[in-house]
């Protein structure tokens, strides 16, 4: 199993400075319907992976900026992550301020939020479902890939990436299930191309194991 995440390009009009609650909701509008920042790198080869992505402008731009033409599948499961301003008010907050509380609100089920973290939890399991056993590439917004990578972190996925700490625009995200990995050295090399001795003594005797099997 193969699975890659990359994370939506940075929005062209993207959320800044401070706003009141109208001002705030409306930045986000336009950020979710804006498109990205242009990608000049190297395109990413599917290579042959079903590539499914979330529904709206960024996702698509994303995939269309970033990945090698092919068939897209919109699927819903992916979307990202609502956010509206949490509460009415005209005094100005920092961008970062309105995505805080919102958050807060998110996690423990204030309606404001038209989507709680147990909703969003609730897609993660229906799309790990759906993906289960598949090679696919996926496209999606950072809220919802966040909470995405603590899903698969609990069913003992490893998730490598490139970045560290806050995910990162275009960053990619390659998982895999934990026992298909060596388990025993710094990288945790797979076993399909074991890089230490202690993947390589794993990966003899899997196949010892088959062929008796």
């Known amino acids: 199993m193969s699975i890659t995440i990359i994370c939506t390009g940075n929005p062209v009009s993207s959320p800044a400075g401070k706003y009141s609650s109208e001002g705030f909701d409306r930045a986000v ?30 996702a698509a731009e ?7 033409p092919g068939e897209f599948r919109v699927e819903a499961l992916l979307n990202e992550i609502p956010v509206r301003s ?19 609100q998110r996690k423990h089920g204030d309606p404001r939020q038209p989507e709680s973290r147990e909703q969003v939890i609730a897609r993660t399991e229906a799309l ?8 696919c590439i996926l496209v999606t917004g950072p809220l919802f890939l966040g909470e ?13 990436r490139t970045g560290v700490l806050k995910i990162q625009p275009l960053e990619r995200f390659v998982i895999s299930r934990k026992e298909e990995h060596c388990g ?5 090399c797979f076993l399909s191309n074991p890089g230490c ?3 390589r003594d ?4 899997r196949r010892s194991s088959s062929s008796t099997g």
């Open 202 to 205: 794993k990966a003899m005797r």
């Open 184 to 188: 025993g050295c710094q990288h945790n």
């Open 86 to 104: 949490f509460t009415d008010t005209e005094k100005l907050y920092p961008v970062e301020t309105w995505y805080r509380k919102a958050a807060s």
């Open 29 to 58: 509008s336009a950020a979710q319907a804006s498109g990205i920042l242009p990608y000049s790198g190297r395109k990413f080869d599917p290579a042959g992976r079903s590539v499914l992505l979330g529904e709206g402008r960024l």
């Open 62 to 68: 994303t995939a269309a900026q970033l990945i090698l």
């Open 197 to 199: 001795g202690v993947g």
């Open 128 to 135: 790990l479902d759906m993906i289960s056993d598949t090679d």
């Open 148 to 160: 995405l990578l603590d899903r698969l972190r609990i069913h003992n996925y490893v998730i490598q």
